[in-house]
């Protein structure tokens, strides 16, 4: 069940669905509390808004007003009194809360099998783990119960069930969603995560959960003109990892045609070097953090160890030993890969990884609980430590596009293009222009930076109305209106109008911005040259735009 099916259906009757999906998958280790069908159904058919009536499901780490929460604990079992911030917006959206479902205790794994209700089943090969630590809310949307579900992302608990199930994970910027209201793993590192089936779909949802919290110390607002979803651009430049820093288990040969997918789309695949991130994503569990896990828990693991999964009580155990010392390593080990990812940004969209080496059977995680878990997190650990956005896309065996922090929009763009998904239009922001750019400033060119530091977001290829002479000035192009005149190909971009001034003032002469007349009739500001200036320059207006050009040389 997508969202636009569950809107497609008379209000409530998704959620009466969702209750009889739920029933006839009649896992017993997946809800931890179902919902009343008669409650559930009557919330759905009086909501509002614009998810009126779709139901979900919520990690039972989450704060439901009313509804036990246990972390998969029994002994930490207790009922909040209000909702958490993230579950509070989508019940104000019109979304019906189904149930709290299962997950590894505390969110302390990526497997799916460390609760003491059992192992939720994988909807894809019930022999598989599910993956975790979010495993009921993956296992929720991927058995086609409800559209979309939140689960929480510290480690890789939004991504590796995913690839787990396949679905959408995605796991926001760190504070982007606010995480009051959850119970803390690592509380600097937690995010609220959502599953769904399309991009499209974990995009809306987001859109309803970002924006601060005033009352949470962690969350912070997106920058201006933050988008959950913008287009892919026509070229785009994609990291991926050189070939001895790619481990698997499985899916070697469909994480290649991934990458060969993404240049026949148009992406510049570079090979880069990712060492310090998987140094880094070793110390999560190694290291300081698992100190800040065992801080939200001291009590209970000092006073009450008996009531935590075996292998849960021995990692929070470990976190008392820690020295503050050894911390400082950690913490100018994360700086470091920091580091590397502000060099590696600047000059690609997104780095592409595995979501994981591989899925293992239950039966396999049940025999080496710790070190399986461990390899799970390979390419899921350092994300969080280095403040990226993730996406985990069902393409090939599973992958995840990670980008710098609020850059969620551009990885749907680029994710959904990977699964030939398409993303509806959105329309300009109060506040945004158009832009039309014809030479580098168009994407995957050397100044296309300049547009996109400011704000700037692809909206679509364009082309003028055929009035425009186009010259060769070496770097760059100047284009004027001129007979006899042909249609010149671009780019159309969404540019904040407070930044157009600070872009044109790193243009330099003979160019400027004016109206550009579209051959779909629009005059968007464009790219315009001084006649003077292009005296003497080589007309290449019969190549049809830069690109050609480009590719003729």
């Known amino acids: 069940m997508t969202l636009a099916e569950a809107l497609a259906l008379p209000r409530g009757e998704a959620a009466r669905l969702a209750c009889r999906r739920a029933a006839e998958w009649a896992d017993p280790a997946l809800f931890l509390h179902l919902r009343p069908e008669a409650e559930v159904v009557a919330e759905a058919a009086s909501a509002t808004g614009p998810l009126a009536g779709v139901p979900f499901v919520v990690k039972d780490n989450i704060a439901v007003a009313g509804l036990p929460m246990t972390a998969a604990c029994p002994d930490f079992a207790h009922v909040p009194a209000e909702d958490a911030p993230a579950v509070a917006r989508l019940r104000a959206a019109g979304a019906v ?11 302390t794994g990526l497997n799916g099998t460390r609760s003491p209700h059992g192992t939720p089943r994988n909807a894809r090969d019930p022999a598989l783990i599910p993956g975790g630590s979010s495993s009921g809310s993956a296992s929720a949307v991927a058995a086609g119960i409800v559209p979309f579900s939140l689960g929480t992302d510290t480690a890789g608990s939004g991504r590796v069930p995913a690839m787990a199930q396949g ?29 769904a089936h399309t991009v499209a779909d974990a995009a809306a949802v987001l859109e309803h959960l970002a924006g601060p919290d005033a009352e949470d110390p962690y969350s912070r607002p997106p920058p201006p003109h933050w ?16 070939e001895d820093q790619l481990v698997f288990d499985s899916g070697a040969e469909e994480f290649a045609a991934v990458v060969a997918r993404a240049g026949a789309l148009g992406a510049r695949v570079v090979r880069v070097d990712i060492a310090p991130f998987l140094d880094v994503a070793r110390r999560l569990y190694d290291g300081a953090w698992v100190a800040e896990r065992t801080s939200a828990l001291r009590q209970r693991v000092t006073e009450r160890p008996d009531t935590l999964h075996p292998i849960t009580r021995a990692i929070l155990q470990g976190g008392l ?32 990884l595995p979501t994981a080496p591989g899925i293992p059977s239950v039966a396999a995680m049940l025999a080496d609980p710790v070190a399986l878990n461990s390899r799970l997190g390979t390419y899921t650990n350092f ?38 998904e398409s993303l509806p239009d959105r329309p300009l922001a109060p506040g945004e222009a158009e832009l039309f750019c014809i030479g580098a400033h168009m994407a995957g060119l050397p100044l296309n930076h300049q ?38 190909a671009g780019e159309v971009w969404a540019l904040p109008e407070a930044a157009i001034g600070a872009l044109l003032a790193q243009v330099p002469p003979p160019l400027g911005f004016g109206r550009v007349s579209l051959e779909d009739g629009t005059a968007p500001l464009g790219f315009l040259a001084e006649a003077a200036g292009v005296e003497g320059a080589a007309d290449v207006t019969a190549l049809g735009g830069w690109r050609a050009v480009l590719a003729a040389r």
């Open 321 to 352: 030993s820690r020295l503050a010392v050894d911390a400082f390593d950690d913490f100018h080990a994360a700086a470091g890969a920091r580091l590397l990812a502000r060099r590696l940004f600047a000059t690609a969209d997104a780095l592409l």
């Open 383 to 420: 994300v969080n430590l280095c403040d990226l956005a993730a996406l985990a896309v069902p393409a090939g065996a599973g992958v995840t596009l990670v980008g710098p922090a609020f850059s969620e929009g551009r990885l749907a763009g680029l994710g959904a293009a990977l699964l030939g």
């Open 167 to 195: 679905l959408v994970g995605l796991k926001p910027s760190l504070g982007l969603v606010p995480t009051r209201g959850l119970v803390p793993a690592c509380r600097s590192l937690d995010c609220v995560s959502v599953f």
């Open 97 to 107: 809360v189904l149930g709290k479902v299962n997950l590894d205790q505390f969110a």
């Open 451 to 488: 547009v996109t530091a400011l704000g700037g977001r692809f909206l679509r290829a364009a082309r003028t109305a055929p009035q425009y002479r186009l010259h060769d000035l070496g770097s760059r192009p100047g284009m004027l209106r001129g007979a006899p005149g042909a249609a010149i």
């Open 227 to 242: 988008r959950a979803q913008e287009a892919a651009p026509p070229a785009w430049t994609l990291a991926v990892p050189h």
